[in-house]
């Protein structure tokens, strides 16, 4: 059976599957019973100064009748005493002393306060602490969280003044509403960050009751905008894990959070270079247990792949993470239909004939029976037709072979200019 365990900066679990810092990892009774459950880690929710949440707090949004595609909240961090929550983490820690414990910390954007913030919880047996710059509400009014993480001088600034004093490895967890996240991970690292994590929620609204024309959720008839999450936001996580894996710049381990539902959603964000990833709607939606069928289904496909440990596939398609401009323009790939699969529902014809580009014939075959073929010689390979049809190998996308040579956009402009460079001194 292959090694799950990891190290992230120093931080050791058992598994890479941790809670991330949320509504689960709100108590010591919850953290021991996702312990007890198999999670290899937990980032206990936001600890800082007291505050007030309000009622409601949750929406989601569902999708073809599939509920909680994506998950949207307007909670704060804890509204327990900070004593009480650093008691259970010396209470839990001392149980579990092999799972790891995360303190997640959010305070002014004062030296002092993150000095003193840090000490305490370092006192308690934490295994590490996260710097939580990208809360997108609330927090943020109050000059904190996303407020503090959409400036690259302040995220700097405060790791820094955390590094000061923390005797624990800090991870920086950052927000994706800012226009390039590589910037802020940039600056975490610049401050001594050890490690990185990514992404706290996307600011949004779940919805409009068209009905009250109140928001949702609401309070009292008002709304405010929160935080997005869940499997919908999956794919703009892994982007930015991507983006920040493959600069070199930045060059420390990172934490993927972003819609992680299952061990096939984890497996993706380790290949896209995390090193271990976080999980909180699905565990809101389905509970605790998740995590045996994660544990178990990434112990088998390591096993099915031959690979001893985890820690072997952290990377594996970030060299394949590239720019447009790098791409293959003479790469060729063309839709091929299988008629005896196809049910004729002619979903991918009127997808390609209304919004891409009319290379699907309807026809009679000489039993008079219809069918569908691709003109390859007009199909660009889009994929679009593959994406609409219902039916699984109904349409293969296949490559087709020609006789040109790889050739990038990057190249082509620099073999433009070279041949404009020639030409002009010989006319000179």
Not at 76 to 99: A, F, G, Q, S
Not at 351 to 374: F, N, R, W
Not at 396 to 410: F, I
Request: net charge negative.
């Amino acid at each position: 059976m292959a090694d799950l365990s990891t190290n992230i900066a120093g931080i050791k679990s058992p598994n890479p599957f941790w809670l991330a810092s949320a509504p689960p990892t709100n108590s010591g009774y919850q953290v021991q019973r996702a312990f007890e459950a198999g999670w290899g880690g937990a980032v206990w929710k936001t600890l800082g100064d007291p505050i007030l949440n309000v009622s409601s707090r949750f929406a989601a949004v569902s999708f073809n009748g599939q509920k909680v595609a994506g998950f949207n909240n307007i909670e704060l961090i804890t509204d327990r005493p900070l004593e009480v929550n650093l008691r259970e983490i010396y209470e839990t820690k001392k149980k579990y002393p092999n799972h790891a414990i995360i303190a997640s910390l959010m305070v002014e954007p004062k030296q002092e306060k993150w000095h003193e913030i840090v000490k305490k919880v370092e006192e308690v047996g934490v295994d590490g602490l996260e710097l939580n710059f990208g809360c997108p509400h609330g927090m943020a009014e109050r000059g904190m969280g996303a407020a503090s993480g959409q400036v690259p001088a302040l995220v700097e600034q405060q790791t820094y003044w955390v590094k000061e004093v923390a005797k624990t490895p800090v991870i920086v967890k950052l927000t994706p509403n800012i226009t390039d996240i590589t910037a802020t991970a940039e600056a975490a690292v610049n401050g001594g960050a050890d490690a990185i994590s990514m992404i706290n929620t996307i600011n949004s609204l779940a919805g409009v009751d068209i009905e009250t024309w109140n928001t949702i959720p609401h309070v009292g008839g008002k709304g405010a905008h929160g935080g997005y999450c869940g499997p919908a936001v999956k794919p703009i996580a892994l982007n930015m894990v991507g983006e920040c894996a493959r600069n070199s710049r930045i060059g420390v381990p990172i934490s993927g959070i972003g819609g992680i539902s299952n061990w096939q959603d984890a497996v993706e964000f380790m290949l896209m270079g995390s090193t271990s990833v976080q999980v909180c709607t699905a565990a809101m939606h389905h509970g605790f247990r998740i995590v045996e069928d994660m544990i178990d289904g990434l112990s088998y496909y390591l096993d099915r792949k031959g690979i001893a440990s985890v820690n072997e596939i952290i990377g594996k398609s970030v060299p394949k993470y590239s720019d447009w401009g790098d791409l293959d323009l003479n790469y060729q790939i063309v839709a091929h239909i299988n008629n005896d699969v196809c049910i004729n529902c002619n979903k991918c014809h009127i997808a390609c004939e209304d919004t891409s580009h009319q290379c699907i014939d309807m026809l009679t075959g000489t039993d008079g029976k219809p069918y569908l073929q691709v003109r390859e010689e007009d199909c660009v390979g889009c994929n679009l037709c593959s994406i609409v049809c219902p039916v699984d190998g109904a349409i293969d996308m296949v490559e087709k072979r020609n006789e040109l040579p790889p050739m990038t956009w990057n190249e082509r402009q620099e073999a433009i200019a070279n041949i404009s460079y020639v030409a002009n001194s010989t006319a000179k």
